[in-house]
């Protein structure tokens, strides 16, 4: 159950806070508050660590229930389509739930007792100090989430993983947009490497908040460069390239270029970076360490894109990327 699965790489977690997403309710939190489910960070212990509850946990923890009924926990998605999800019981051993399930929901502002929730993943049983692992296949898009376990007991971290559904029709008809967003839909496919940062922090929103916030690769020590492949949120026109290196000061990349291509609904492990279809947008052109680089006249006028692919020269750190356009509706 804890081997890693590849939707992880391939899709964002909806249930990120920098995206919007909170934890609204839960039945019992006396052990552990339930705001610590969805914490960016990996699950920490700390062996001789206690509060006035007991032993301190890094996650959600309930007490020990003493009649009927089960325990839950209400999180507020960025609205989007689900693909995968990890449940996380790292460091919960003798207090984790034997059994858990999810379901969802659509509606506007949090669900009230009115709400139609959907089974998304049935009761299933857990193991303790482990991550499980869920493919989902659904196609809905939903904007909230309800972590049921049974009867009580503590998960460490929820990770929802899926694509962020954006309405499109909402933008003016010349509104350049950022189309690799995160929140747009946009992101991150393949990179050849990311032992320092993610590759999906590339197109998070905001600004880097460290030099961890970043998508960062090992330092080559062979010939060749780095790179990584994002999917648009939506099809269009890129017009402006704009480069984050914030925090990197002594390992940003020297250079950095971009190519483009329309690929439609190609699969996923057809679309490598050397393939003959990508063009280019931005030719090389040089870096600097901790600053915002806008690239506007240095764009090409190039066709329709769906999928770009980023290079950097010959390693290094980058923040955020920005590619601004006009998608075509």
């Known amino acids: 159950m804890s081997v890693k699965a590849e939707f992880i790489d391939r899709y964002i977690d909806l249930a990120q806070p920098r995206l919007g997403a909170e934890v609204i309710v839960a039945s019992d939190d006396f052990f552990a508050p339930k705001e610590r489910l969805i914490k960016a960070e990996a699950p920490i212990f700390i062996p001789d660590k206690y509060d006035e509850h007991g032993k301190w946990m890094d996650g959600w923890e309930s007490r020990r229930k003493r009649g009927q009924g089960h325990d839950y926990c209400v999180i507020r998605l960025c609205p989007g389509s689900i693909h995968g999800v990890d449940i996380d019981t790292s460091y919960f051993t003798g207090n984790y739930p034997p059994t858990a399930s999810l379901e969802v929901c659509n509606c506007e502002g949090d669900p009230d007792d009115g709400a139609q929730w959907r089974v998304l993943l049935p009761a299933t049983p857990l193991e303790g100090d482990a991550h499980h692992y869920f493919e989902i296949k659904d196609p809905g898009v939903w904007t909230h989430m309800r972590l049921n376990i049974y009867p009580d007991g503590g998960i460490a971290r929820l990770r929802v993983y899926g694509v962020a559904h954006y309405d499109w029709s909402q933008d003016t008809a010349d ?115 901790d600053q915002v680089q806008v690239f506007e006249q240095e764009v090409m006028d190039s066709n329709k894109v769906s999928h770009v692919r980023f290079d950097i020269f010959p390693d290094g750190g980058i923040s955020r990327l920005r590619l601004f356009g006009k998608p075509e509706l």
């Not at 929140?183 to 990179?191: S, V």
């Not at 490497?193 to 330092?219: Q, Y």
Request: with cysteine.
């Open 175 to 289: 509104e350049w947009v950022d189309l690799a967003a995160m929140t747009r839909g946009g992101r991150a496919l393949a990179c050849n490497d990311m032992h320092f940062g993610h590759m999906s922090n590339l197109i998070a929103p905001g600004r880097g908040v460290n030099m961890g916030d970043g998508w960062e690769t090992r330092r080559r020590r062979e010939p060749g460069n780095d790179w990584v492949i994002l999917k648009l949120g939506h099809p269009g026109h890129i017009r402006r390239v704009e480069v984050d290196t914030a925090f990197f000061k002594g390992n940003y990349p020297a250079r950095c270029s971009l190519h483009g291509a329309m690929l439609g609904k190609m699969p996923t492990s057809e679309i490598s970076e050397g393939a003959p279809f990508w063009r280019e947008i931005l030719p090389q052109v040089p870096l600097s360490p």
